[in-house]
């Protein structure tokens, strides 16, 4: 199994340039997640995700968008990129609806100029 | 919403030196999970532990949910233990949402 995966490690845009960072998991998780972590914080949960065609915000949701098409997939997009936005981003997978480990993939170093 | 303070901010410690690290939460919760975040930014869950006492190697775990907190133990410490220790709980009304504490920086040296 690869576990989580994200793509891509690293990315830098410009102001009002819009992405999509990549979350995939082959474990047949139910639950995705989407953090930022800032420098000297923890985690904050950006959206989240407890099965196909179901997703809800977390504690940061602005500017951010998710879907979730698949099961395997839980896409985070930014329409409009802002400097406030410069943050590794990590995504998550677990069974059980979110009640049990969480695992995490590598992270996504993001810039925003 | 609920608050999680985690304690000490900053730990520095001698190699095969024992440690304790405290999570403390506001509100009761579902969920309670610890994990390590390396030097190279990896996080890796080391227990899920919403109550009792759970041990892996020389990390141990305890959360006395009545009273709203957990421990995590390092025993003999070793250099690649070093890194951040974050606690995250999930509250009983916010169903799916975990909360991270801001951590506690470890940095074992030989």
């Known amino acids: 199994n690869a576990g989580v995966t994200q793509t891509p490690k690293f990315q830098v845009l410009k102001t009002g340039q819009s992405m999509t960072l990549q979350c995939a998991q082959d474990m047949n998780h139910e639950y995705m997640s989407w953090y930022r972590q800032d420098p000297g914080m923890g985690l904050r949960l950006i959206h989240y995700s407890v099965g196909a065609g179901i997703t809800d915000q977390g504690e940061v949701p602005n500017g951010y968008n998710v879907s979730r098409s698949t099961t395997e997939d839980f896409p985070l997009r930014l329409l409009s990129a802002a400097p406030s936005q410069t943050s590794v981003y990590f995504c998550?997978?677990?069974?059980?609806?979110?009640?049990?480990?969480?695992?995490f993939g590598p992270g996504t170093r993001l810039t925003v100029t | 919403g609920i608050q999680v303070e985690q304690s000490p901010p900053d730990l520095i410690l001698q190699e095969g030196a024992n440690s304790t690290l405290r999570c403390n939460f506001s509100?009761?919760?579902?969920?309670l999970q610890w994990f390590h975040q390396n030097p190279w930014g990896q996080l890796i869950n080391l227990f899920y532990?919403?109550?009792g006492t759970k041990q892996n190697g020389r990390l141990s775990a305890t959360t006395v949910a009545t009273e709203r907190y957990s421990l995590l133990y390092i025993s003999s410490s070793q250099t690649t233990d070093s890194g951040v220790y974050f606690c995250a709980v999930e509250a009983t009304d916010s169903w799916g949402k975990l909360q991270f504490g801001a951590g506690t920086q470890v940095v074992v040296t030989p």
């Open positions: 532990i919403p109550s």
């Open positions: 998550a997978s677990s069974d059980g609806q979110g009640r049990y480990e969480q695992y």
């Open positions: 509100d009761s919760v579902n969920n």
